[in-house]
């Protein structure tokens, strides 16, 4: 099932967050998940932010 499933999934929390900052002038956000976003069904490492659910905590 993981090997049809992609690991990272962009979601409209990690957009927003990334907009927010964007708006500020850091681009850094959106920079990395464009870099996540071109590998979704591989394992990233420090990515994990980007495999949870909103409601995920850690």
Avoid: W
């Avoid at 927010?20 to 990233?44: C, I, N, S, T």
């Amino acid at each position: 099932m993981d090997s049809v499933n992609p690991k990272y999934i962009l979601r409209n929390y990690l957009c927003q967050s990334a907009i927010d900052a964007a708006e500020m002038g850091d681009f850094e956000e959106v920079r990395r998940l464009l870099k996540v976003m071109e590998r979704p069904y591989d394992e990233q490492t420090g990515m994990e932010k980007c495999a949870r659910l909103p409601f995920q905590h850690g």
